[in-house]
T-cell receptor, first 111, second 112 residues
């Protein structure tokens, strides 16, 4: 069953803690993206990767980090430097950097 | 900096009605425009993608138009159904850019 899998669906972070959101795709897409969505807002780009072992900052990269060691995987770490991490996080992939395919999202909340 | 605006923020219509959702963007130098659907607590599903050289795209009951010079796009939904209830977002990409700029969306409710 092809697609993009994000886990976990819900995640809670304690103050000062780093947490990692998982994104895996079996679509053989080269490009992968992380977006943040706040209630009633559009999506904002955090990081993107066009190829393995390479990634670029988006509009709101501060307080986040990523890695792209495998084509299928693009994990996002929300660090303690991100002071307002509560949001809905969406991972996407694309075969051509045009049409995007999204995962089902991870809701991150602060305890 | 590109800005994308969607009006109205919310729309409620009776089942069977035809409707139009609006999207406007400030910089006409776009590469393409996409319309997405988002159900509550879910990811986005791509509905239609219009290249900058195209005027419209159709898929089933959906028709999207693009007027690049005026910075506007519309999504037309024919014979609306309760299953069409969702938030619809439009997004534009700039020439030579991999980044999409999203609008805040229009929340559509189709009343049976």
């Amino acid at each position: 069953d092809g697609g993009i899998t994000q886990s976990p669906k819900y995640l809670f972070r304690k103050e000062g803690q780093n947490v990692t959101l998982s994104c895996e795709q079996n679509l053989n897409h080269d490009a992968m993206y992380w977006y943040r969505q706040d209630p009633g807002q559009g999506l904002r780009l955090i990081y993107y990767s066009q190829i393995v072992n390479d990634f670029q900052k988006g509009d709101i990269a501060e307080g986040y980090s990523v890695s792209r060691e495998k084509k299928e995987s693009f994990p996002l770490t929300v660090t303690s430097a991100q002071k307002n991490p509560t949001a809905f996080y969406l991972c996407a992939s694309s075969p051509d950097s045009e049409k995007l395919f999204f995962g089902s999202g991870t809701q991150l909340s602060v305890l | 900096k590109q800005e994308v605006t969607q009006i109205p923020a919310a729309l409620s219509v009776p089942e069977g009605e035809n409707l139009v959702l609006n999207c406007s963007f400030t910089d006409s130098a776009i590469y393409n425009l996409q319309w997405f659907r988002q159900d509550p607590g879910k990811g986005l599903t791509s509905l239609l993608l219009i290249q900058s050289s195209q005027r419209e795209q159709t898929s089933g009951r959906l028709n999207a138009s693009l007027d690049k010079s005026s910075g506007r796009s519309t999504l037309y939904i024919a014979a609306s159904q309760p299953g069409d209830s969702a938030t619809y977002l439009c997004a534009v990409s700039g020439a030579g850019s991999y980044q999409l700029t999203f609008g805040k969306g229009t929340k559509l409710s189709v009343i049976p």
